[in-house]
């Protein structure tokens, strides 16, 4: 299924942006959208120089925070800090984490470290970026 193409028009804060689109394209209050990485993370052979796939990322994920006609305003989903568990689910936790098993760490060049598998690259975000609806 295709999906609808939207842009990124202005950039109101570090959280919060405006797209193209909004209660003339259907658009609601629950939807999500995903903004674009135009530059898809390459795995290349080291020796060879093979392209041996292409992974297909996104910027960000944003939800709406107010719907106009022909324009939405995007912000960031809302982080809950400091959650109070009750003593049940505390105990459970902490068994929880007692089984955990971690795993030893390999000695890499860290410049060489970026999670081309991750869904999304977190790169800057710039009006005219595309966006589409989840």
């Known amino acids: 299924m295709f999906n609808k193409e939207y842009y990124v ?12 689109g909004g209660l003339e394209d ?3 209050e629950e939807d999500t959208f995903t903004i674009i990485d135009p530059n898809p993370e ?24 107010s719907i106009k006609n022909n324009y939405t305003i995007l912000t960031t989903r809302t982080k809950i800090n ?10 459970s936790y902490r068994s929880m984490v007692d089984n955990i098993k971690t795993k030893r760490t390999i000695n890499v ?17 710039y009006v005219g970026d595309v966006v589409t609806k989840d």
């Not at 860290?110 to 800057?124: A, C, G, H, Q, W």
């Open 9 to 20: 028009t202005n950039i109101l804060s570090n959280t919060d942006l405006i797209i193209t």
């Open 26 to 28: 259907g658009f609601n």
């Open 109 to 125: 060049d860290k410049k060489d470290v970026n999670d081309v598998l991750s869904r999304f690259s977190y790169k800057e975000i």
């Open 42 to 65: 390459k795995i290349i052979h080291p020796i060879t120089g093979e392209l041996l796939d292409t992974i297909e990322r996104y910027k960000d994920k944003l939800v709406v925070k």
């Open 82 to 91: 400091g959650n109070k568990l009750s003593s049940i689910e505390l105990s």
